[in-house]
């Protein structure tokens, strides 16, 4: 039936190669119109199984809420540079518009803290027992009296008490709160020095006594890196990750903004990090990255094609061929899958290296029988019935193997191999549907020519056996045992070297290098100890999420848990507050905020400075102690370096200033306190309402913060304490540690981490499955068990021999790698079912000849393959590199071990026989 059907088709293209033509290229316009609607996703959640836990709770965060995905703008330089900068670029920010729409791209740009809410319920928010040693701070305003509450406060605090700042939220109110008297302490010397650039605004917000009151009592507000050299703008868009479209022009908008305004500040730098820019940079590459490699593919594949047929002219059919069928593969992705994702993003470069083998075959089987003088339809029909059968088993067997990834419960397994697998059957069909007609069409042109005697010699199909290829398949088949042994020996090992190989889980190696947005991550981490790679946990209400937070605090590998609680404290934590405040609201409300400073204000100031400076030794010796650097660092800025016989301390200079001349300091410090304590007292009184926080009183940036835009979910956000990335097991840990806390923990380090053990698990699963399929798959069309055995024994050896040669050459396997081996499975089959093929139609003796010709097409199979593979290593992405080299030592080890095996069991057979 098969044969009858090859034989009809054969005839037909002989006879009517123009019908067949017209066919093609009616369906061929139908599959591209599809193919244009393909859309791309390079989200890493989306290769998980859709219905898998994390991946549900990543897509309704990302869905809903306003705050999960933004676009971080990073500003670097000097402090006062990067805030004029922020305040130039924010309201520009806020005007960009989508052209097509006219609808805004930004809903708000956050770039400091929430200070009037802070203002207002400032105090609320400050833990019990905080309050409890630190509310004397809040009582006086007067300059004497401050510093003597600030010293009595931090003795309570923090001297002596190590778990003072035994968790990063410790740690950070320490660092805050030095930061403001460091601040108070450069105030203060700049009014004695009378270093001010106008003493008239003592009622203006930017007066620096008032700006010390805020930095002592809300802290810094910008959102500033501890160094004071980074800034960031946290850009809410209107639009999510989802769409695409808008995520390419909002980020180029932005962008655009950033860059005028960098005009203006040649000492700034600036550039976008966070979801949405890594989302657009990962797209933007990825399309120029398998732009560039596809061509590079096709290049390489049509040179080397042109070198072996030793013509152009059969290059060019196989690879218009070639296009034809990626055309309808990307038509019919559209109708399977509809999206392209990070991992089927590749498919071209793959169907490349994969589709050409079927081109190959084809044209060497027509140029092989018209080069001994057959007929166009004789040599078309026995193209079809010997190449022909071979295609479509090595075409079916490898769109099979291909096709058992669709067990996977990876979302990204699965639709590559379903991608993939139909894929290849359409550029199987395309090969026997059009180009037949191609080589038919041309060598009815040669023939009207070769009449007249105008063909050139170069322009005739020739013979392109191989009979180097041939002769060393009879060498080793008459040295079939030794063949044999040999294969068993370095078999067993590259086995043992492939049991050494170990596997990268570090997500940013496969990142594409150099990409701004993934560079600027690293700043992030470096300047504000924070990884951008954070877990994520949906909670269903506030007191869940607070009782989440709290629970994920206590944890060991948790550097920082951030939730509604921040802003919203419980009804019981508010009570518990509610006796302090009350005692510092009466206590500021009765105190004097004195205009003058006498000599006696002079001496208790001096005396309460010098206290001041042991106290932040006390702690500075603490943070060292404890491992605190930030601490640490922020103490040697006031009181120098611990370790330096003369340090630089910033207290010892105010005292020495003070000292010099107390007639003129006293009058700085007079000017010091008039503009300073009324604003302190005002202040307080103001954040010392008795006024409770409630829900519904929140303002919407901290609402779209932690809620989601209906208000019925909230969020926890958990930062690591540690680079996931650079310690496998810490991420396993980390991931561990929260899923203890909540099943419904998702963001990178949990979805990257499921990946991986689903990507090794389904892997393991589809490589069997597909071992398995394709053995019965061949029995059936061999009709003999044995034959189909042994046409698989090379590709079994090859997959050893490829992970033993990425153990000896130092690889490491990668997420991307590892999908490279059901691949392999589907691709290295291929060569062992044509040589079988080959030599159960030839028959004994013909070892030489199916080496030669067989050998010959299976050898540039394997080197296009390689090629198109080989071409991912000028990716910009390193995981399809990874995967690139990967597949090239593979397919090159499949086919080794294909011509030295079978040469040594067809040698066997024939000796047996």
Same mark, same amino acid.
């Given at each position: 039936m098969r044969e009858k059907i090859l034989k009809n088709l054969a005839k037909f293209h002989a006879n009517h190669p123009w019908r067949m033509l017209v066919i093609v290229v009616v369906l061929t316009i139908i599959f591209l119109g599809l193919a244009s609607r393909l859309k791309v996703t390079m989200r890493w959640s989306d290769l998980l199984p859709s219905k898998d836990r994390r991946t549900i709770s990543f897509n309704k965060i990302i869905n809903e809420f306003v705050s999960a995905t933004s676009i971080v703008v990073v500003v670097q330089g000097k402090e006062e540079l990067i805030k004029s900068f922020a305040e130039e670029a924010v309201p520009k920010i806020k005007l960009t518009v989508d052209p097509k729409d006219y609808k805004p791209f930004v809903r708000r740009v956050d770039y400091k803290q929430e200070i009037d809410f802070i203002k207002s319920h400032g105090l609320m928010l400050i833990r019990a027992d905080d309050l409890k040693n630190m509310k004397d701070v809040y009582k006086n305003p007067n300059l004497a009296p401050l510093l003597e509450n600030i010293n009595n406060s931090i003795e309570k605090e923090y001297v002596g008490r190590e778990e003072s700042l035994s968790t990063r939220e410790k740690e950070d109110g320490a660092f805050v709160f030095l930061d403001g008297i460091q601040n108070l302490i450069?105030?203060?010397?700049?009014?004695?020095?009378?270093?001010?650039?106008?003493?008239?605004?003592?009622?203006?917000?930017?007066?620096?006594?008032?700006?010390?009151?805020?930095?002592?009592?809300?802290?810094?507000?910008?959102?500033? !890196?501890?160094?004071?050299?980074?800034?960031? $703008?946290?850009?809410?868009?209107?639009?999510t990750m989802m769409d695409m479209e808008k995520l390419v022009d909002g980020v180029d908008a932005v962008q655009e903004v950033v860059d005028s305004v960098l005009e203006d500040y040649p000492d700034v730098t600036a550039g976008l990090t966070g979801f949405i820019p890594v989302a657009h940079d990962e797209m933007v590459y990825s399309e120029k990255s398998i732009g560039y490699t596809t061509v590079i593919a096709l290049i390489a594949v049509f040179f080397l094609l042109v070198i072996s047929f030793r013509m152009w002219i059969a290059p060019v059919l196989g690879l218009l061929n070639l296009v034809v069928g990626i055309i309808w593969a990307m038509g019919l992705a559209f109708i399977l899958v509809g999206t392209l994702n990070i991992m089927t993003y590749m498919m071209a470069v793959i169907l490349i290296g994969l589709g050409i083998d079927f081109s190959i075959h084809m044209i060497s089987g027509f140029t092989e029988g018209r080069s001994l003088g057959k007929q166009i339809q004789e040599a078309m029909e026995e193209t079809f019935l010997k190449s022909g059968k071979g295609i479509l088993t090595g075409g079916l067997t490898t769109s099979i +193997?291909?096709? /058992?990834?669709?067990?996977? !419960?990876?979302?990204?397994?699965?639709?590559?191999?379903?991608?993939?697998?139909?894929?290849?059957?359409?550029?199987?069909?395309?090969?026997?549907?059009? =180009?037949?007609?191609?080589?038919?069409?041309?060598?009815?042109?040669?023939?009207?020519?070769?009449?007249k005697g105008k063909l050139r010699?170069?322009?005739?199909?020739?013979?392109?056996?191989?009979k180097s290829l041939g002769n060393i398949g009879k060498f080793l088949s008459l040295r079939y045992l030794a063949t044999i042994i040999a294969s068993i020996l370095v078999t067993a090992f590259?086995?043992?070297?492939? /049991?050494?190989?170990?596997?990268?889980q570090n997500y940013m190696n496969l990142e594409p290098k150099g990409l701004p947005s993934v560079t600027l991550q690293d700043i992030v981490l470096e300047k504000f100890d924070l990884s951008m790679d954070y877990a994520m946990i949906l909670t269903?209400?506030?007191?869940?999420?607070? +009782?989440?937070?709290?629970? +994920?605090?206590?944890?060991?590998?948790? +550097?920082?848990?951030?939730?509604?609680? $921040?802003?919203?404290? !419980?009804?019981?934590?508010?009570?518990?507050?509610?006796?302090?405040?009350?005692?510092i609201r009466k206590a500021i409300g009765v105190s004097e905020a004195r205009s003058a400073f006498s000599r006696e204000d002079y001496e208790r100031s001096l005396q309460e400075l010098g206290r001041l400076e042991m106290n932040i030794i006390e702690i500075q010796d603490l943070a060292y102690l404890g491992g605190q650097d930030k601490v640490d660092s922020?103490? #040697?800025?006031?009181?120098?370096?611990?370790?330096?016989?003369?340090?630089?301390?910033?207290?010892?200079? =105010?005292?020495?200033?003070?000292?010099?001349?107390?007639?003129?300091?006293? #009058?700085?410090?007079?000017?010091?306190?008039? &503009?300073?304590? %009324?604003?302190?007292?005002?202040?307080?009184?103001?954040?010392?309402l008795e006024e409770t926080v409630k829900f519904?009183?929140?303002?919407?940036?901290?609402?779209?913060?932690? /809620?989601?835009?209906?208000?019925?979910?909230?969020?926890? /956000?958990?930062?690591?304490?540690?680079?996931?990335?650079?310690?496998?097991?810490?991420?396993?840990?980390?991931?561990?540690?929260?899923?203890?806390?909540?099943?419904?923990?998702?963001?990178?380090? %949990?979805?990257?981490?499921?990946?991986?053990?689903?990507?090794?698990?389904?892997?393991?699963? #589809?490589? =069997?499955?597909?071992?398995?399929?394709?053995?019965?798959?061949?029995?059936? &069309?061999?009709?003999? %068990?044995?034959?189909?055995?042994?046409?698989?024994?090379?590709?079994?050896?090859?997959?050893?021999?490829?992970?033993?040669?990425?153990?000896?050459a130092g690889m490491k396997l990668t997420v991307m790698s590892v999908m490279g081996l059901p691949m392999i499975v589907g691709i290295g089959v291929d060569d062992g079912v044509h040589i079988v093929h080959r030599w159960r139609i030839e028959g004994k003796g013909k070892i030489t000849q199916i080496f030669a010709s067989t050998g010959k097409a299976i050898l540039l199979t394997s080197a296009t393959t390689m090629l198109a593979f080989g071409?991912?290593?000028? !990716?910009?992405?390193?995981?399809?590199?990874? $995967?690139?080299?990967?597949?090239?030592?593979?397919?090159g080890a499949c086919f080794l071990s294909t011509v030295i095996i079978l040469s040594g069991i067809l040698g066997l057979l024939e000796r047996q026989k």
């Open positions: 450069d105030t203060i010397q700049r009014y004695v020095q009378e270093d001010l650039p106008e003493k008239s605004l003592a009622q203006d917000h930017n007066n620096p006594a008032q700006q010390a009151v805020d930095k002592i009592l809300f802290g810094e507000p910008y959102i500033l !890196s501890y160094d004071k050299t980074t800034l960031i $703008l946290n850009v809410i868009p209107n639009f +193997a291909f096709l /058992t990834l669709s067990i996977s !419960s990876s979302r990204g397994m699965k639709e590559l191999g379903v991608i993939a697998g139909g894929g290849l059957v359409a550029i199987l069909i395309v090969t026997f549907l059009f =180009l037949p007609s191609l080589l038919v069409l041309r060598e009815h042109r040669f023939e009207k020519k070769r009449k010699k170069e322009f005739t199909l020739r013979d392109i056996s191989f590259l086995i043992l070297s492939a /049991t050494k190989i170990s596997f990268d269903d209400n506030a007191a869940e999420s607070r +009782a989440t937070a709290e629970k +994920a605090k206590d944890i060991g590998s948790v +550097a920082l848990a951030e939730d509604i609680s $921040l802003y919203l404290p !419980s009804k019981t934590q508010q009570e518990s507050r509610i006796p302090f405040i009350n005692e922020k103490c #040697a800025e006031i009181v120098g370096e611990a370790d330096d016989p003369e340090p630089k301390s910033l207290i010892k200079d =105010l005292i020495k200033i003070l000292e010099k001349d107390r007639k003129m300091t006293l #009058a700085g410090l007079e000017e010091f306190q008039r &503009d300073f304590a %009324p604003y302190f007292k005002k202040s307080v009184i103001q954040m010392s519904e009183n929140l303002p919407a940036s901290i609402l779209d913060r932690y /809620t989601n835009k209906e208000r019925t979910k909230f969020l926890v /956000t958990i930062f690591p304490g540690d680079n996931i990335w650079q310690d496998a097991e810490f991420l396993k840990r980390f991931v561990e540690d929260l899923e203890r806390v909540s099943e419904n923990t998702t963001g990178m380090p %949990p979805v990257f981490r499921a990946l991986i053990e689903i990507v090794a698990r389904d892997g393991r699963n #589809a490589i =069997l499955l597909a071992l398995v399929v394709v053995f019965f798959v061949l029995w059936l &069309d061999y009709k003999n %068990p044995g034959h189909a055995l042994m046409a698989m024994i090379p590709l079994t050896i090859g997959v050893f021999w490829m992970v033993g040669m990425m153990g000896l071409s991912l290593v000028f !990716s910009v992405w390193p995981g399809f590199a990874s $995967l690139g080299v990967a597949m090239f030592i593979g397919v």
